[in-house]
């Protein structure tokens, strides 16, 4: 079966599945290269925690048919911005802000996001804001959203964006990637994944992080990934 641009589109998360914590989340030049050359054939989005200015930095190169940033908060596709969040948001995210400051947390705001680095032990404290906020876990690090809103709905969201009907393989590697599971037809841990997504993904690569995904983007472009699985 001869398989279209508009048949498959690949999500992948960025830190610890494109990039390593190895290489200080700097994208290796050989896997921004596949990617590019695959994004000319297929849809490849990347679908990650992270704030923008942080991917200008580390992802140098790496050309995707879009960007899902902010924990699927934040779209970017064809040099333009959209951001999924409700109209009250900002003052919840006062709320919040408050609350945090009440905790002597520190925090980092992103457009719509907030990051609580090295709080997911303490996560707890949280709890009363999870009436109107989204909580995501990846590793250590804690991300803040408005409900409802996680990388699995930033995806739905884009498909909806660019009209497109065909096949969703994700690929991840922590919490935070659980989401972008539960939207895709197959899905795909890297070998350094954390067990709990192994447990559910479909395929585990051999290769950790990049040369991982670089796996699965050969199989695909070679047919060896079915899509009727
Ligand atoms: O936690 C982050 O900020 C980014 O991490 P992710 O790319 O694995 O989602
Ligand atoms: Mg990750």
């Not at 705001?109 to 609580?116: E, Q, R």
């Not at 660019?162 to 690929?171: L, M």
């Not at 989401?179 to 067990?195: E, H, M, Q, R, T």
């Not at 993904?201 to 472009?221: F, H, M, R, S, Y």
């Amino acid at each position: 079966m001869d398989i279209g641009s508009n048949d498959i589109l690949v999500a992948s998360d960025y830190d610890r599945t494109l990039a390593s914590e190895e290489n200080n989340f700097i994208i290796n030049e050989k896997v921004a290269k596949k990617i590019n050359e695959f994004s000319k054939r297929f849809k490849f989005i990347v679908v990650t925690g992270r704030e923008k200015k942080f991917i200008d930095k580390l992802a140098v190169g790496l050309n995707p048919t879009g960007w899902i940033l902010e924990n699927g908060a934040l779209i970017i596709y064809n040099n333009k911005e959209y951001t999924l969040c409700s109209s009250d948001w900002l003052d919840k995210r006062e709320r919040i802000v408050k609350i945090l400051d009440q905790l002597k947390v520190r925090y980092s705001l992103g457009k719509v996001i907030i990051y609580v680095d090295n709080y997911g032990d303490k996560v707890a404290n949280l709890k009363e804001i999870t009436e109107y906020a989204n909580i995501e876990i990846n590793r250590k690090d804690v991300m803040i959203l408005p409900k409802g809103i996680d990388k699995g709905v930033g995806v739905l969201k884009f498909k909806e964006l660019i009209g497109f009907s065909g096949k969703i393989i994700a690929i991840g590697d922590s919490e935070n990637d659980h989401s972008l599971f539960k939207v895709a037809d197959i899905k795909i841990a890297v070998a350094n994944a954390i067990p709990q997504i192994k447990e559910i993904a479909d395929i585990v690569t051999v290769n950790p992080n990049g040369l991982g995904v670089i796996e699965i983007l050969d199989k695909i472009l070679s047919g060896q990934i079915f899509l009727n699985m």
